[in-house]
């Protein structure tokens, strides 16, 4: 099973470094965002506690954006080769390249992330409140990626080609609504109820506790975990799910041709 897995990730990493310019970009947005966000804060003259929230919210975007499409392209790859139905020929299952390209997008991730922090540090003053909390605080990131990412797996599977589009949409919808630049008592009450079902919420709550804010939530780590492991084994059995019935109706033979 780690050959397997660890096979995908080497994969994932001979398309990452031969497509240097494929991570410029992913880099170039989350940056531009940060230095938009730093310059708001500056002209509204925000103090640094809530420079720091907002600067967490910008730097945590960046980092599951990235993370996020490398989970999607463990199967983007193969649908944008025509190759997919050599894949599963392959003896395998779908966490093996699920989980094989996570690993890429933790690595790049870390690499945005602390680029970002560093950048963040010097040009705005931003620190992280300990490294402790930052670690868990990024393990509940890539977690979160993980979910995102294999639920566009799901939807590709299940639709084919033609809804890619969510691969780049639907983190940005997700961060929106848990709260990536606000509380989330800032939203209308639907959506506050729905943020208490994204686990990102909890994390984002947690980390900035760290800054001073009182979370609006309770037993933030607890829920996050919890409700983080939850829904990646609800989506892996909608994910086998997607594929049997892509199978039957010929969806994957289309996605080859």
Known sequence: ????????????????????????????????????????????????????????????????????????????????????????????????????????????????????????HYAFGFDIPSYKMAIIFMAGVFLNALIMGMVICFFITLYGQRVEIIAWAFATLVMLICGIYYPVSQLPSFFQRLAELIPLTYFLEYFRSGYGFTPLLTRLLLKGFIMSLVYIGLILVAINWAYQRSRKNGIIMRLSE
């Not at 096979?7 to 001979?14: D, E, G, H, K, V």
């Open 1 to 120: 099973m780690i050959g397997k897995i660890l096979a995908f990730t080497y994969r994932n990493w001979i398309f990452a470094k031969r497509n240097l310019f494929a991570f410029f970009e992913l880099l170039f947005w989350p940056v531009v965002s940060l230095i938009s966000m730093g310059l708001m804060s500056g002209f509204l003259k925000l103090d640094q506690t809530l420079l720091n929230f907002v600067l967490t919210g910008a730097i945590t975007a960046g980092t599951i954006q990235v993370a996020t499409l490398d989970v999607a392209y463990g199967l983007l790859y193969d649908v944008w080769s025509k190759s997919i139905k050599h894949t599963f020929l392959a003896p395998i299952e779908h966490y093996h390249f699920i989980i094989g390209s996570w690993i890429v997008g933790i690595v790049r991730g870390v690499i945005i992330f602390t680029l970002m922090g560093v950048f963040s």
